[in-house]
């Protein structure tokens, strides 16, 4: 991908996409070129300035909280979720008693993967 740098063009590609809808810094990086450290800059001089705020956050592939989505105007940011020690615990547990059930291990061989082995 070709990175540009940041001028009045990268500024009116911004505005335009957060006059639109919600979003991500992705979806910033992805329409104006710049590079993605650049983008969390830009966004948190326009949050200091009150231009923007977080209204939600996107969840990654454990569930947890990972990226901020930006919401142009005024208005209070969205706190991230946080799963208590009971919570993190329980889902744990959950996910060993389902490697419990199809009767799973781990052997460990020479190579450095573990693999899982059905026992008979």
């Known amino acids: 991908m070709t990175q540009y740098k940041v001028n009045q063009e990268t500024y009116a590609h911004v505005f335009k996409l957060l006059f639109v809808k919600p979003v991500s810094v992705q979806e910033i990086v992805e329409v104006s070129g710049i590079h ?3 983008a969390y800059e830009l966004l948190r ?3 200091k300035h009150g231009l923007v705020h977080i209204s939600g956050w996107t969840k990654d592939t454990l569930g947890r909280d990972s990226m901020p989505i930006y919401k142009m105007g ?16 329980k889902r744990y547990l959950v996910r060993k008693k389902e490697r419990e059930l199809l009767n799973l291990t781990y052997v460990r061989s020479k190579a450095p993967a573990v693999k899982y082995i059905k026992e008979q």
Request: hydrophobic share 15%.
């Open 74 to 89: 005024k208005g209070e940011d969205t706190p991230r979720t946080r799963m208590t020690d009971s919570e993190r615990s």
């Open 36 to 38: 993605k450290l650049t």
């Open 45 to 47: 001089c326009f949050k």
